[in-house]
C-alpha cells in the first residue's frame, strides 16, 4: 500500500472517531432532559457502558415434561414406545450465567433507559423423573435424573426510575429478556422487576452506596432437544420437551456500589432467600 493511500486511510479514521467522539459529548451535555428539575441535586454523567455478570440459581415448577423415547433394546427383542410421552419430576433445578454489555443514557433526571446483549450458559438438572404409564420392567430401565446444558445469545431492554432526598434514594428498575438456545429452538423469556431502597455517603475516603430491595422475576423456559439415556448398557438418545417457570417469584438482595471516580462505578449485589443470584458490574459513564 502506497504512503498516500495510507494516509487518507489515517485521515478517515481519525475524522471518523472524531465525529463519533463529538456527537457522543454533544448527547452527553444534552441529556438528560429537564435537568431543571434536578436543581440543588447532583446527577451522574448521562451516558454509560456497563459490563455485567448475573449468576443465578433457582428451583424451577414444570408446566409439563414430554419425551419420546427410541425402541428399547429388551432380552425379547426391541419395543417400541409411542412419542411424547408424558412425565414427571420431583425437582427442577435451574442454575445460569449470563455475561453481558448494557448501554444506558438518563433521558430524564429520574427516568433512565437501557438496552443489553450478551451470552448465557446454563444447565437444569430434572431429579425424581419418571415416566407415566410405563410398565415397572420398563420404567426401571430409566434413570430418575437427567440434566441439560445450554447457551447461547441474550438480549433485552428495560428503564429504571429513580428518586433521591439528601442521601437517600429509590429506584424501580424493569426489564425484559429473551435468550435464543442451542438446543432444538429452546428458548428463555425473562421479565424482571427489582424495588431498591439505599443510601449514599463516604466511608474511609470512599465513596459509594449501600442498598437493599427485593427481585421479581417471571421466567418462562421452553427447552427441547435430546438427550442421551443410559438403557440395558447402552446410551439411547432420547427426545424431550420441557416447559417450564420459576417456582419462587420473589427474593430479597442486598448490594454495594463504590464511585471510584467521577466515571468509573463498582457494583456487587447478592439475592437471597429460596432463589439466589449475585451481579458483579463494572460501569464507565461519561
Do not use: C
Not at 456497563?50 to 408446566?63: D, G, H, I, K, R
Not at 443514557?105 to 430434572?126: I, M, Q, S
Not at 421452553?222 to 438403557?231: A, E
Amino acid at each position: 500500500m502506497s504512503n498516500t493511500k495510507q494516509t487518507i486511510i489515517a485521515a478517515a479514521v481519525a475524522v471518523t472517531f472524531t465525529t463519533t467522539t463529538a456527537q457522543a459529548d454533544g448527547l452527553s451535555d444534552s441529556l438528560p432532559l429537564g435537568k431543571s428539575l434536578a436543581a440543588g441535586h447532583e446527577l451522574p454523567l448521562s451516558l454509560g457502558v456497563s459490563a455485567n455478570v448475573f449468576f443465578l440459581e433457582q428451583n424451577m415448577e414444570a408446566q409439563s415434561i414430554s419425551i419420546d423415547i427410541p425402541p428399547l433394546p429388551l432380552p425379547t427383542g426391541l419395543v417400541e414406545l409411542p412419542p411424547g410421552l408424558p412425565a414427571t419430576a420431583d425437582n427442577l433445578e435451574s442454575r445460569a450465567t449470563s455475561t453481558t454489555a448494557k448501554l444506558d443514557a438518563w433521558l430524564l433526571p429520574f427516568l433512565n433507559v437501557y438496552g443489553v446483549a450478551g451470552y448465557v450458559d446454563g444447565e437444569t438438572v430434572a431429579s425424581g423423573f419418571s415416566v407415566s404409564g410405563l410398565p415397572p420392567e420398563l420404567a426401571s430401565l430409566l434413570p430418575n435424573s437427567f440434566s441439560i446444558a445450554y447457551s447461547g445469545p441474550v438480549y433485552g431492554a428495560g428503564i429504571t426510575l429513580a428518586a433521591g432526598y439528601n442521601q437517600f434514594f429509590a429506584s424501580l428498575d424493569a426489564n425484559y429478556t429473551e435468550s435464543d438456545l442451542d438446543i432444538g429452538d429452546s428458548t428463555i423469556e425473562a421479565f424482571i422487576i427489582s424495588p431498591r431502597i439505599g443510601i449514599t455517603g463516604n466511608l474511609g475516603g470512599l465513596e459509594g452506596s449501600l442498598y437493599v430491595g427485593a427481585m421479581y422475576q417471571d421466567i418462562d423456559e421452553n427447552q427441547n432437544g435430546t438427550v442421551n439415556f443410559p438403557v440395558a448398557g447402552q446410551s439411547l438418545p432420547v427426545g424431550y420437551n420441557v416447559i417450564s417457570e420459576a417456582e419462587d417469584k420473589w427474593n430479597y438482595l442486598v448490594g454495594a456500589n463504590l464511585k471510584a471516580s467521577e466515571s468509573w462505578n463498582y457494583g456487587i449485589e447478592v439475592g437471597f432467600s429460596e432463589r439466589t443470584h449475585v451481579m458483579a458490574t463494572l460501569n464507565y459513564r461519561f
